[in-house]
T-cell receptor
Framework: GQNIDQPTEMTATEGAIVQINCTYQ??????LFWYQQHAGEAPTFLSY??LDGLEEKGRFSSFLSRSKGYSYLLLKELQMKDSASYLC??????????WGAGTKLIIKP | GAGVSQSPRYKVAKRGQDVALRCDPI?????LFWYQQALGQGPEFLTY????????KSGLPSDRFFAERPEGSVSTLKIQRTQQEDSAVYLC???????????????FGPGTRLTVL
């Protein structure tokens, strides 16, 4: 079967760092996406990883370990506008996106 | 256009009614996807078009769901005889390349929130 696990909710403080984990078991693997989704809005692209390692993009970084079926999204210097849901999605052998349920991140001042 | 647009943004239907949801993808984008997103869940794949061809409809939950993209741009998702379990946000996404290139970023519209009473 196909399974993507993320924590349901996380809370962090403005200015701090938070790491959102994602573990996956999918039929085939052709990469992993992270998307941000504010309530009532469209998911917006954050990152795509297909090779092991860390990809840094400004305040956001994404890490992938294919052997462990594991990824994380690291957000630094948190801002109030980072309060959103963060969705992890893998690309399976049929090139379909398989989505996690998302992690709701709450930023407190 | 600047991004993917969808209409209507909100739709309330009585059980048994037919509804039609529209998606305008980014101009020139080859691939178009429809997803269903329940509250507090990630999107679930419904169907995929490459230009006007519907190449994958494996995610459509029943034969009450029908999608088309006759000219390879605008797409319509139609739900016949709506049921309460159809209540969800319906998201449309487009990407620039065909062939379901794994790294090809999908750009999402704001969705249509369908409520079936």
């Amino acid at each position: 079967g196909q399974n993507i696990d993320q924590p349901t909710e996380m809370t962090a403080t403005e200015g701090a760092i938070v790491q959102i984990n994602c573990t996956y078991q999918t039929s085939g693997f052709n990469g992993l996406f992270w998307y941000q989704q504010h309530a009532g809005e469209a998911p917006t692209f954050l990152s795509y990883n297909v090779l092991d390692g860390l990809e840094e993009k400004g305040r956001f970084s994404s890490f992938l370990s294919r052997s462990k079926g594991y990824s994380y999204l690291l957000l630094k210097e948190l801002q109030m506008k980072d309060s959103a849901s963060y969705l992890c999605a893998t690309v399976d052998s049929n090139y379909q996106l398989i989505w996690g349920a998302g992690t709701k991140l709450i930023i407190k001042p | 256009g600047a991004g993917v647009s969808q209409s209507p943004r909100y739709k309330v239907a009585k059980r048994g009614q037919d509804v039609a949801l529209r998606c305008d993808p980014i101009s020139g984008h080859v691939s178009l996807f429809w997803y269903q997103q329940a509250l507090g869940q990630g999107p679930e794949f419904l169907t995929y078009f490459q230009n006007e061809a519907q190449l994958d409809k494996s995610g459509l939950p029943s034969d009450r769901f029908f999608a088309e993209r006759p000219e390879g741009s605008v797409s319509t998702l139609k739900i016949q005889r709506t049921q309460q379990e159809d209540s969800a946000v319906y998201l449309c996404a487009s990407s620039s390349r065909g062939g379901r290139t794994p790294s090809d970023t999908q750009y999402f519209g704001p969705g249509t929130r369908l409520t079936v009473l």
